[in-house]
């Protein structure tokens, strides 16, 4: 049973594109939209996109790359860049329409399906060793008692089902035999950095996933005298981030001739950040996200190294695991995780990543 309480609200700016006229392979123009939709989602991507097809990208750190890099200039095709913060906003802005590609964990493509967006996944990041550099840790209020995670029986933790963050609690459960029923799972999605952290501090709840940053360790620093701890969450990966679409998006020749580039490029930009973490570091952590140095270090230090797969058949189960584990907690039906994968892309983004770290 989940208690639901507001703690803020999310906010999308709609951002409609106007449609674009352009041409299929028989040479008839036809708009964006509901008429492109005549590319069958097996058939080979186009390898061109025609001038003036534009994409609707809410992908913050690509972004950041393209820029600092001067890549941006080249694209292929227009860019209209969304600001997007966690998978509940992607989702709703995909029902908009105002958004082609969006970032997330594993969860929010599977939720997307569960409340009737059909998407797909192009674009795969997995870490290499991730069991030592986790995404996430579970934080405890300082007024908890908790010590370990075998403490968390009867206690209440932020719980958002559309998110990463909803499984990492539950098989952070499970790791120490305990399921939902032993705890109070407290709906909350998590809107931003601030928001389990505020209401940890304030005694809203007992324990939250939180990432394994920067956040984390400040509020360590802030609370751990008082008796916050950030506890390991267990064994197991919590590591798979993806970039996904609408599939109705892949239907649309033009649209997918464009995805096809801008996976080859978001590859590229991976590279880029593995080959120049110094460079990332001061440009991305420090000038855009206001770290300091010392901090700016952590991060790179935590996330470890990324990895983009040929196969993605690791990505494929770990995306299984989640469907299987949320669904029943969240009252919907399990489905193949097969079915919101795009291997198309699978090849585009390895051998992008593959050449950008040989030629850095």
């Known amino acids: 049973m989940l208690r639901r309480r507001a703690i803020g609200r999310v906010l999308v700016a709609g951002i409609l594109a106007a449609p674009v006229a352009y041409f299929l392979a028989v040479g008839k123009p036809v708009g964006g939209g509901a008429a492109a939709r005549g590319l069958p989602l097996d058939a080979p991507l186009p390898e061109q996109a025609p001038s003036g097809v534009t994409l609707s990208i809410g992908d913050p750190t690509t972004q950041k790359v393209l820029q600092i890099t001067g890549w941006d200039r080249d694209l292929p095709f227009h860019v209209k860049w969304v600001r997007m913060t966690g998978g509940p906003a992607v989702t709703e802005a995909f029902h908009a329409k105002a958004l082609d590609v969006g970032a997330a964990a594993d969860i929010p493509p599977v939720h997307a399906v569960w409340v009737g967006m059909p998407v797909k996944i192009i674009a795969v990041t997995l870490r290499k060793d991730p069991l030592a550099h986790p995404a996430w840790v579970i934080a405890t209020s300082p007024r908890s008692g908790i010590q370990t995670l075998d403490d968390l029986r009867g206690k209440r933790i932020a719980f958002s089902p559309g998110q990463v963050q909803g499984e990492v609690v539950l ?126 270090r952590f991060v790179i230090r935590v996330l470890g190294v990324r990895d983009i797969p040929r196969d993605w058949s690791p990505a494929i189960a770990q995306e299984q695991g989640a469907i299987d584990l949320m669904g029943p907690q969240t009252g919907h039906k399990t489905f193949s995780a097969s079915d919101i994968f795009d291997l198309r892309f699978a090849p585009v983004a390895a051998n992008a990543f593959a050449a950008g770290l040989a030629h850095p």
């Open 171 to 296: 098989r952070a459960l499970g790791q120490h035999h305990l399921t939902a029923s032993d705890v109070t799972l407290v709906e909350m999605p998590s809107t931003g950095a601030d928001v389990y952290i505020n209401a940890l501090a304030a005694g809203q709840i007992d324990a939250a996933p939180i990432a394994n940053g920067v956040a984390a360790r400040h509020y360590l620093e802030g609370f751990g005298k008082d008796g916050a701890k950030l506890l390991a969450h267990g064994a197991f990966r919590d590591d798979l981030a993806d970039l996904y679409v609408r599939t109705e998006t892949l239907q649309d020749p033009a649209k997918a001739a464009a995805l096809r580039s801008y996976v080859a490029l978001w590859g590229r930009a991976q590279a880029w950040i593995e080959t120049h973490p110094d460079q990332w570091a001061a440009a991305y952590y420090q000038k855009d996200q206001r770290l300091s140095p010392d901090d700016a």
